[in-house]
Every structure is written in structure tokens, then in C-alpha cells.
Nanobody
Framework: QVQLVESGGGLVQAGGCLRL???????????MGWYRQAPGKQRELVAR???????DYADSVKGRFTISRENAKNMLYLQMNSLKTEDTAVYYC??????????WGQGTQVTVSS
């Protein structure tokens, strides 16, 4: 079992920045990531990071978002800069165990106003 708790969402103007945090507890995980889901759209990958530090980003956020992981504290972060209105969504933290089971956090709302 893995428990994930996100924080850091909110309302920000376009061009602004936010930092999301995700606290993980429970089983050891291999891959952690951030997904988002906008109203009427499917959940999509934003960024992910494996335990070795390799990262992967959606094309739409490359150069603007940075994912990082603090293994000693079981924390995951997403630094979001130059936010756009199209970044508005509920952001979810995810964790994949070595057994291939994916866990989700409860989500945090990010709203970018024009």
C-alpha cells in the first residue's frame, strides 16, 4: 500500500508559478509522476521520474515544468513556471511500485486565470 497526499495547488495568473508537493508513505516505489485532468478531458501524463533520477515530460510542459524527487523524505515536487490557462486542471500524484501497481493521490486543483 502507498498513500499519497498532494498540496500546493491554487489560483494563479497566467505567467505565474506554483509548486506542487506530494508526500508518499508506505511501500517503496519505483516511478513517481504527476498527471492532470481538465474538465471533459482524459487524465494525461505531465511528468514522471524514476528512482534513478531520469525524467520524462509531456511536450506541452517541457521547459516550463520541473519534476523532482527527494527520496530521503519520500517527497515529490512539480515546479510549474510560466503557467498558461490551458494548464488549468486537477493535478494528481502517482506512484508505481516494483510490482507494477499504481497508486493515486486525491488530486489538487490548479487554476490559471488570464
Amino acid at each position: 500500500q502507498v498513500q499519497l497526499v498532494e498540496s500546493g495547488g491554487g489560483l494563479v495568473q497566467a505567467g505565474g508559478c506554483l509548486r506542487l508537493s506530494c508526500a508518499a508513505s508506505g511501500s517503496i516505489v519505483s516511478i513517481m509522476g504527476w498527471y492532470r485532468q481538465a474538465p471533459g478531458k482524459q487524465r494525461e501524463l505531465v511528468a514522471r521520474i524514476i528512482s534513478g533520477g531520469s525524467t520524462d515530460y509531456a511536450d506541452s510542459v517541457k521547459g516550463r515544468f520541473t519534476i523532482s524527487r527527494e527520496n530521503a523524505k519520500n517527497m515529490l515536487y512539480l515546479q510549474m513556471n510560466s503557467l498558461k490557462t490551458e494548464d488549468t486542471a486537477v493535478y494528481y500524484c502517482s506512484a508505481d511500485t516494483h510490482a507494477g501497481i499504481r497508486y493515486w493521490g486525491q488530486g489538487t486543483q490548479v487554476t490559471v486565470s488570464s
